[in-house]
């Protein structure tokens, strides 16, 4: 498929998509969304991709938000179809993948920006980024997981508070509140994700699925986290990555994972 609005570039089992409307601040359009649940259902399924990267084109925008022009005119129903649409394409999509996905914060992530950027499962942000969920300015609530995800990674007080006032957080502030794992200068914003990238590939990718999906369990109503923890302890015995991984610690060489 040819994609309009998203770069993919793959090196070193590292994708790297660049969401790709830098005139309109890579404001997640319907297009883009499709091209994004594109390229990461085809990665999902690539065995040679091991760790995806997102950003944005150019110096200033992560991603400006959803896409304000498009939506302005929406019904209800509408509304409710593009939350419920981006939930499954997008967002939803990201955090469930089988492998880490991380959001390299090049400036702006407001709103659909910030949302993306938090259902990636790392966060780095360089210098200059600025994140918030303005989404009440205009009207409307964040509804691409942001009330949800927020009050996960900042906690529930900072979370209403930056809902309410529509505000603007620096990247210094965002590191401090936990909603960034790391902040870098712009220009090492790349090669910073790069080797967080590396040293994930490196590692049995069945494990680390397995991983990724007992932490999420945990936030989901009705399921004991615990106890996914032990299933999926479990079943990482029956894997030929912890035969690997095991044997190889016992020769004293280093392992070399095939994810299965
Ligand atoms: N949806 C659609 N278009 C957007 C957009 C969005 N979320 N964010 C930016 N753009 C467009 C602007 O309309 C403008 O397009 P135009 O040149 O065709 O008019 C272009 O991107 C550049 O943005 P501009 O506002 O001129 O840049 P700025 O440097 O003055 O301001 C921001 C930057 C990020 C502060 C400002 O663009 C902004 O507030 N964007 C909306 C953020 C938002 O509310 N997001 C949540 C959406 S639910």
Redesign the pocket.
């Known amino acids: 498929m040819a994609y309009q609005n998203i770069l993919l570039q793959e090196e070193n089992n590292i994708l790297t998509i660049t969401i790709n409307r830098p ?3 890579n ?1 997640l ?1 319907k297009q883009t969304i499709e091209e994004l649940n594109k390229a990461l259902s085809l990665a999902d399924v690539n065995p040679s991709v091991r760790v995806i990267i997102i950003t944005g084109s150019g110096e ?2 992560f991603v ?7 939506f302005a005119a929406f019904s209800i129903e509408e509304g409710r179809m593009l939350s419920r649409a981006g939930h499954k394409l997008l967002f939803d999509f990201v955090e469930n993948m089988s492998k880490p996905v991380i959001a390299a914060v090049n400036g ?1 992530a ?4 910030l949302e993306l950027a938090m259902s990636a499962h790392v966060r780095v942000a360089s210098d200059n980024a600025k994140m918030g ?3 009440v ?2 009207g ?1 609530i ?1 509804g691409y997981g942001g009330t949800q995800r927020l009050a996960q990674l900042v906690g529930k007080g900072k979370a209403m508070e930056m809902i309410a006032t529509a505000g603007m957080m620096n990247a210094a502030d965002a590191l401090q509140w936990g909603l960034v794992n790391y902040v870098v200068p712009q220009a090492d914003l790349l090669t910073t994700c790069k080797d967080l990238a590396t040293k994930m590939s490196k590692n049995s990718p069945v494990a680390i699925a397995a991983a990724y999906r007992s932490i999420l369990s945990g936030y989901k109503n009705g399921v004991n986290g615990f106890e996914s923890e032990i299933a999926e302890f479990g079943k990482c015995f029956g894997t030929a990555d912890f035969k690997e991984g095991t044997t190889a610690f016992i020769e004293k060489r280093k392992p070399s994972f095939t994810g299965n």
Do not use: C, H, Y
């Open positions: 005139d309109q601040l404001a359009n200033k925008a400006a938000g959803a896409d304000i022009k498009e702006f407001l709103g659909g920006g969920l303005p989404e300015s205009l409307v964040p």
